[in-house]
């Protein structure tokens, strides 16, 4: 029972930030139809209903909850109309469930607590280690702060001993029993997370925690399992390359949910000041990728990914995740180092919108926090140098898996289809 109470929880969150959209657009409608005479719009409409299906089916789920948990003084269900009303009868049930989520919380605030601990025993004040200790007071607080319903997925993970700060302190402990081949895919995701410096410390003993606590991986007897880090800026080294490849693409399905791990990294996609305008910055550009004799043109491609947000990487990296049922919501490209006379634009096919206006590069396109899936998109290029180059790209499908490569302003996915984008990859290589 406390799994499906928690997944109504979050039901509940999710329709409380549709809300706000929806309600813009909605209030927008009225003065548009009461003071010209403008019929609502169809997208408008398909939204309204499609939020009233999902209202009512949380509703129905959460009277049955309810029913079944025998609480006192719950409302008949014909006065619960409202949001308001589902988190009444949330709270009113609450002490029946039997839900792990506040043990969860304590049991991540702990892994956060030791990372803390850690000190260098050679420098007091050891840059690489101050920057992860940034980090985890950043995490703690929004942890610690954080409601029931609204815990940040990386509570789960620091809980179960699958998060990046797990493999740093599983590093540290000198007993900690870890196999060779466990032990590399540590120091992959501690290198990514954290930076090399600090997995060199951590490796060679240099690092120490004053918290003790059981080895993160004490409490589970299965092999280490794969770990995938979602983000970060920069071109991939080689190892990390082969990583991807062979965790990314597995030659064989997982056999368990748990077999891969979706650890988020550290590094936020940057955004500008002027709405969502992705800022190309002006650290010096990753090495382009190529293939066969293209001259390719540098890409930063930025992807809202659903739990774990905005996510930075460049041209020819798979931007998303493979078979763990996570969908796109948006994204942002900009051609980095930008190219005298060269643009980009692009649109996209977005749950309960349809297709959205081309947007100019940098530009943020879908949309955040309200649940809303990307299912297609097509880009193109602009500008005088146009003709001399190509962008492709592709894209990950559920249920489709990988399509073919697309190029200028041909659609790639599925309208009407309900299927999510869950990766995209885009390049560009003169014709």
């Not at 813009?24 to 409409?45: F, H, N, S």
């Not at 983000?231 to 064989?252: F, M, N, W, Y």
Request: glycine content about 8%; hydrophobic content about 40%.
């Amino acid at each position: 029972m406390s799994v499906e109470y928690n997944e109504l929880l979050q039901q509940i969150a999710t329709l409380k930030e549709r809300i706000l959209g929806l309600g813009t657009r909605l209030a927008q409608a009225a003065v548009e139809l009461k003071e010209a005479g403008v019929p609502v719009d169809e997208r408008l409409m398909e939204a309204i209903s499609a939020y009233r299906r999902d209202f009512a089916s949380t509703r129905s789920r959460l009277l049955e909850l309810a029913q079944s948990s025998k609480a006192a003084g719950l409302p008949a269900p014909a006065q619960v109309t409202s949001i308001k009303d589902l988190e009444g009868i949330a709270r009113a049930i609450a002490p029946s469930q039997s839900t792990p989520v506040d043990e969860s919380k304590d049991k991540a605030l702990e892994v956060l607590d030791r990372v803390l601990s850690i000190s260098h025993t050679q420098e007091s004040a050891f840059p690489p280690l101050q920057a992860a200790h940034a980090k985890a007071r950043e995490l703690r607080s929004r942890i610690a702060s954080a409601t029931t319903s609204s815990l940040p997925p990386d509570v789960g993970a620091l809980a179960s001993g699958k998060h990046p700060f797990s493999a740093l302190l599983m590093l540290i402990d000198e007993k900690a029993d870890v196999e060779d081949n466990e032990w590399g895919v540590l120091v992959e995701v501690v290198a990514r997370a954290f930076g090399k410096p600090l997995t060199v410390a951590a490796s060679r003993g240099k690092l120490q925690c004053a918290i003790g606590g059981a080895s993160p991986s004490a409490t589970t007897a299965s092999p280490t399992p794969e770990m995938v880090v979602i983000g970060g800026s920069g071109a991939p080294t080689e190892a990390q390359s082969r990583a991807d490849r062979e965790v990314l693409e597995p030659q064989r399905p997982p056999s368990k949910e748990s077999d891969v791990i979706i650890l988020p990294s550290f590094e936020q996609a940057q955004q500008g000041t002027q709405g969502d305008r992705l800022t190309v910055g002006s650290a010096a550009p990753a090495t382009p990728t190529t293939e066969g004799n293209d001259s390719a043109l540098g890409l930063k491609i930025m992807v809202h990914l659903e739990r774990f947000g905005d996510r930075e990487f460049r041209d020819r990296e798979f931007a998303g995740t493979r078979g763990q049922a996570l969908r796109l919501e948006g994204f942002a490209i900009a051609i980095e180092p930008p190219h005298p006379g060269l643009g980009i634009r692009y649109m996209a096919h977005v749950q309960n919108l349809g297709d959205t206006p081309w947007v100019t590069e940098g530009e943020y396109i879908g949309s955040r926090g309200q649940g809303n899936k990307l299912e297609g998109f097509a880009i193109e290029l602009t500008g005088p140098e146009a003709q001399r180059y190509k962008v492709c790209y592709m894209a990950h499908i559920e249920r489709v898996g990988d399509t073919e490569v697309f190029s200028d302003g041909e659609f790639c996915g599925r309208r009407g289809k309900a299927l999510r984008v869950e990766g995209i990859k885009v390049w560009v290589q003169e014709k």
